[in-house]
């Protein structure tokens, strides 16, 4: 099994819909992030949290909003999907000790008409 | 401010050696690492090096620089599935995670 899984891993929304996409991990790391990558283009930090009570903001924060509900699930929410928030999205986990050694999930892929 | 500059693709042929190299301006950082990210899949950890040298992991292996203000990642015998795009990733002092631009490798037969 999968150490880091992501839910849905396709998904295609209209415009103005309110869509989660869900993560989970096996690793029992504390650290997991959300990243989005456009086509052609490197990883985008929107999101990690260092614990279930600890959650920052990455570069490209709005227009989405997350929730730590265990250590081991970490949910990305659009409030109100754009055209421009199509992207594939990952998740990752990395423990406290070395954060540059990240997991990744694989990925999800989004489509907002 | 900091960054991390990659060549935007390298190529190669089956067989050889490639090194691809990150150069990066930060005072301080805690380690760095090395990803592989075929199209449309997930990045891959590759290696880390959190002291200076030689980390060696099979046909792949990373060094470090912090005197150089660089690191690089070294492919040997290549195989046409090493065609993929390979990152580096900094840890600063702050734990502010920064990614490199990403370099394209293309082996050919």
């Known amino acids: 099994d999968a150490d880091v899984t992501q839910t849905p891993r396709n998904r295609i929304t209209k415009t103005g819909k309110r869509i989660m996409l869900e993560c989970s991990q096996t690793?029992?790391?504390?650290?997991m992030y959300w990243y989005r990558q456009d086509p052609g283009l490197g990883l985008r930090l929107i999101y990690y949290?260092?614990?279930?009570?600890?959650?920052n903001k990455g570069e490209i924060s709005d227009g989405y909003s997350v929730s730590r509900q265990a250590q081991a699930k970490f949910s990305l929410s659009l409030e109100s999907a754009i055209p421009n928030q199509t992207a594939l999205y990952f998740c990752?986990?990395?423990?406290?000790?070395?954060?540059?050694?990240?997991?990744f999930g694989p990925g999800t892929r989004l489509l907002v008409l | 401010g900091q960054s991390l500059e990659q060549p935007s693709e390298v190529t190669a042929v089956e067989g050889a050696i490639v090194q691809i190299n990150c150069t990066y301006q930060t005072s301080g950082f805690y380690g760095l690492s090395w990803y592989q990210q075929h199209d449309g899949g997930a990045p891959t950890f590759l290696s880390y090096?959190?002291?200076?040298g030689l980390e060696e992991t099979g046909r792949f292996s990373s060094f470090l620089s912090r005197s150089d203000s660089y690191g690089y990642l070294l492919l040997q015998e290549l195989q046409m599935k090493d065609s993929a795009s390979y990152f580096c990733?900094?840890?600063?002092?702050?734990?502010?995670?920064?990614f490199g631009s990403g370099t394209r490798l293309l082996v050919r037969p």
């Open positions: 949290s260092f614990d279930v009570k600890d959650i």
């Open positions: 990752a986990t990395s423990d406290a000790s070395t954060q540059e050694t990240q997991y």
């Open positions: 990733l900094l840890g600063d002092s702050s734990y502010k995670l920064i």
């Open positions: 690793k029992g790391h504390d650290r």
């Open positions: 090096n959190a002291l200076d």
